[in-house]
């Protein structure tokens, strides 16, 4: 092709297309200046304009590269570009970050307060004396979770701090009893309260996490919930406050989240309640009484009518 056709094909191009890739041959490397000079002289910064050589032409990149065209010697340098600036998003205003001191954790029934005035729903749950000798009056039936509720022990599994499927009053007794001595075994802090809460089953488990980033801002993250989380890595981070398109968005890109779609005949969990609740968990970007440093609810149980949290970490600021 002639240098004016060249460029008469190339205008016609820029003036329609959203990104314009000019494939250059061998002429590249014997006629440099012919090849590349209508890429050149084509481009245009509101429709941009790409180059990629075949085969090796260093005179023909240098005067694109010198000339501001983007320019690329593989296809799969080439191809990763024009993903990223066909996927790019449009910025959105920012959310003022927090200022951050030196808060406090709240334990995880104050958490699940804090979670339900932004509207995430919990799991019902009391608060029994770890000094129990009798079995309670339960507003909910067992089976049940039982778990140690306190500040200062975030990590509730580590310290033995949690009993599963306890299916009924006596073995609930005992089950305090147990873990009260566990506990004291492993951090040395006497228990004085635990958390009863009702098994909950579902079709899947998200997390669903928020923190504020010093550089960043306030982030909002999705991911693969319970004990795949950090076996996998599979999760989804935006600047928050987020919307529901967005959350959706965020959803998708889970790829352990194609289980709740209904795989392969199995009920289909409710990802609309999934993007409410991490919509929901975004709020705190905006919120100052209290400031949160961090906030995670893992496992959110993904229900096909809902979804609930059965466990919760927040740091205040």
Known sequence: MTPPLARRALAELVGTALLVLAVVGSSARFHPQQAVQP????????????????????????????????????????????????????????????????????????????????????SPAVAL????????????????????????????????????????????VAAIKTMRATVQQ???????????????????????????????????MVAAGGVYTEIYRDRSLRLAPVDLPTAHAMIDEVKAFATLKGFRGKPAGDLDALAKAIVALSQLALQNDPVVAEAEVNPLIVRPDGVVAVDALVKTG
Not at 73 to 78: G, L, S, V
Not at 111 to 116: C, F, R, T, V
Not at 153 to 165: C, D, Q, R, S, W
Not at 210 to 217: L, N, Q, T
């Open 39 to 122: 890429v050149i002289d084509s481009a245009n910064a509101a429709k941009p304009i790409a180059a990629f050589l075949v085969p090796e032409a260093p005179q023909a990149l240098a005067m694109l590269s010198e000339a501001g065209v983007p320019s690329f010697r593989t296809p799969e340098a080439c191809a990763d570009a024009i993903a990223a600036a066909l996927a790019r998003r449009a910025p959105k205003p920012a959310a003022p970050t927090p200022a951050i001191g030196s808060g406090g954790v709240l334990d995880e029934l104050e958490a699940y307060a804090l979670l339900d005035r932004l509207g995430v729903p919990c």
């Open 186 to 220: 492993r951090t040395g802090i006497t228990l004085d309260r635990v958390l009863v809460a009702p098994m909950m089953f579902g079709i899947g488990e998200a997390l669903i996490g928020y923190r504020v980033d010093r550089e960043a801002g306030p982030l909002i």
């Open 129 to 172: 004396d770890a000094t129990i000798a009798q079995p309670p009056a339960l507003p909910f039936a067992y089976p049940v979770a039982v778990k140690v509720l306190s500040a200062d022990i975030p990590h509730k599994t580590e310290a033995g701090g949690v009993a599963l499927n306890v299916p009924d009053g006596d073995a609930l």
